[in-house]
C-alpha cells in the first residue's frame, strides 16, 4: 500500500477524473421510499415533489462500491467489506478492528497518539486501511470518489403495482393474511451518470474501470433484485479530467464557467481503463 509521506501532499487536489454515462434500466426497479406509496400501495418508490424518479447518488454509489468489493481480490487489491474478522483484510473501517489497532500504535509511541505529528497518523491510517476504504471513504478517512444523483432523462411515466406475499419457508407456502403490493418504476427508464474522482492512483482507476466494464455488461441495482427487478446497463460512457500540473489544462479548468467543458476529454474509455488493468494485473 502506499503511504502519505506529507500532510500538505494528502490534501493537495492534483488531479480529477469525471466519468459520465447513460444507465438504462432493462427490467422494472424500485428503490424505495419507505412510506406508502401515491399509489396507496405498501410500499411506495422514491420519487421528487413532481410525481419522478429519484436515482439517488448515495444508491448508486453504495452499488459502486459493493462491484469494487467483489473486483478488488481479482485485481490483487484488499476490500475489508467493514468487517475485518469475516475477511480477514485488516482495516481502520472496521470499528472494532480500530479500536484494537490504535491502542498498539499509542503504546509504541513515548507521548502516546496524540502527542504524534500529523504527518505521522495520516501515514498510519493509510497504511491500515484497504484499497477500497481509501477510494470510497471510511469513518476514519473521506474518500475521493463521488457519485451525483442521476438526472432522469427518459421513463414511461407510470408507476406500476404488484402484489406480494410472506411465505413460510419451511411449508414453502403463502402466510395467510401476510399479503402486500409494492411499486415498481418500469424498464426503459433512463439517467445521466457522474462519477468523480480525485487524485486516484492507477491501481485505483483499474479498480474503477473493472467496476464499469462490469455495469456495461449489465448489473443489478436497488430492492427486491433476486425477484428480477433492477437489471441495467451503462451506455455512452465518455472520460475527461484534469491535470493540475498541466499549466494549459489548469488554467482551462479555473477559468471555464461551463463544468462540461472545463475538463479536458481522456479518449476511449476502454482503452483508458484497459490499459491500468492490465498494468495492475501484471504487478499482482
Known amino acids: ?22 444507465l438504462v434500466f432493462d427490467t422494472a426497479w424500485r428503490i424505495g ?15 421528487d415533489p413532481t410525481g419522478l424518479p429519484l436515482l439517488p447518488g448515495s444508491s448508486l454509489k453504495g452499488r459502486l462500491r459493493s462491484t469494487c468489493e467483489q ?6 487489491m484488499t476490500a475489508c467489506m467493514l468487517d475485518s474478522d469475516a475477511t480477514g483484510v485488516e482495516c481502520v473501517s472496521d470499528v472494532d ?17 496524540a502527542s504524534t505529528g500529523t504527518d505521522q497518523r495520516l501515514t498510519w491510517i493509510d497504511e491500515h486501511t484497504c484499497d477500497v476504504c481509501k477510494l470510497f471513504g471510511s469513518p476514519v478517512r ?3 470518489l463521488r457519485v451525483a444523483d442521476g438526472q432522469l432523462l427518459s421513463w414511461p411515466g407510470v408507476i406500476e403495482v404488484r402484489d406480494g406475499v410472506v411465505v413460510d419457508r419451511d411449508s414453502r407456502t403463502a402466510v395467510e393474511g401476510l399479503k402486500y403490493d409494492y411499486e415498481t418504476v418500469p424498464a426503459g427508464t433512463q439517467f445521466r451518470l457522474w462519477i468523480e474522482l480525485e487524485n486516484a492512483s492507477d491501481r485505483e482507476l483499474a479498480l474503477v474501470g473493472a467496476a464499469l466494464f462490469e455495469w456495461a455488461g449489465g448489473s443489478s441495482l436497488g430492492g427486491f433484485t433476486s425477484r428480477g427487478l433492477g437489471r441495467f446497463h451503462l451506455e455512452n460512457i465518455t472520460i475527461s ?17 461551463d463544468p462540461e467543458k472545463r475538463f479536458s476529454d481522456r479518449g476511449d474509455w476502454q482503452e483508458f481503463f484497459q490499459k491500468r488493468i492490465e498494468q495492475q494485473l501484471g504487478s499482482c
Not at 33 to 47: A, H, K, N, Y
Not at 71 to 76: D, H
Open 71 to 76: 473486483l478488488a481480490s481479482i485485481l490483487g
Open 241 to 257: 479530467g484534469v491535470d493540475f500540473s498541466n499549466p494549459q489544462e489548469r488554467i482551462k479548468y479555473l477559468t471555464t464557467p
Open 97 to 113: 478492528q480500530y479500536k484494537r489497532l490504535r491502542a498498539e500504535y499509542a503504546k509504541t509511541l513515548p507521548g502516546g497518539a
Open 1 to 22: 500500500m502506499s503511504t502519505a509521506t506529507s500532510a500538505v501532499g494528502v490534501w493537495q487536489l492534483r488531479s480529477k477524473l469525471l466519468i459520465q454515462a447513460t
Open 33 to 47: 421510499s419507505g412510506r406508502e406509496g401515491q399509489t396507496l400501495s405498501d410500499l411506495g418508490v422514491l420519487l
Open 142 to 144: 473521506r474518500g475521493r
